[in-house]
């Protein structure tokens, strides 16, 4: 296995370890990935999707956006996370909503950028 595809597996393990906004599970709905590579450095920035509501919206817990999409905003769990992997930084942008959490494994920087709402570009794309 090469060294690009271990750290891409890694990433995708460490993203594991955190719930899903929408679901608790990222691969319920699906998530949207980008991953971005350096020399020292590789990152994974993850959007969870919406999910489309038929009914109309009744106020059960979710938050709703103006496209109609729906998500839940979760209680992060991060005790797993900080007991597999030792963290450099970890933020929490709540103007941008998303979590920043770094670390150093195989000799790179390792970074997650994990979005607690859906891409508004992605929405709006969708949409036409």
Not at 104 to 109: C, S
């Amino acid at each position: 296995m090469s060294d690009e595809s271990t750290i891409t597996k890694r990433l995708d393990e460490v993203l594991q370890m955190i719930l899903c906004p929408i679901s608790g599970c990222w691969p319920i709905h699906g998530c949207r990935c980008a991953y971005l590579q350096d020399d020292d450095y590789y990152g994974l920035e993850v959007w969870p999707v919406g999910v489309e509501e038929e009914d109309e919206y009744k106020g059960n817990g979710h938050k709703q956006t103006e496209q109609g999409l729906l998500y839940e905003l979760a209680d992060f769990d991060f005790t797993e996370l900080t007991q597999a992997v030792s963290l450099d930084h970890f933020n929490f942008s709540q103007h941008r909503q998303v979590f920043e959490i770094g670390w150093k494994e195989f000799g790179k920087e390792l970074e997650l950028r994990v979005h607690i709402e859906p891409d508004e570009e992605e929405e709006r794309t969708d949409d036409g």
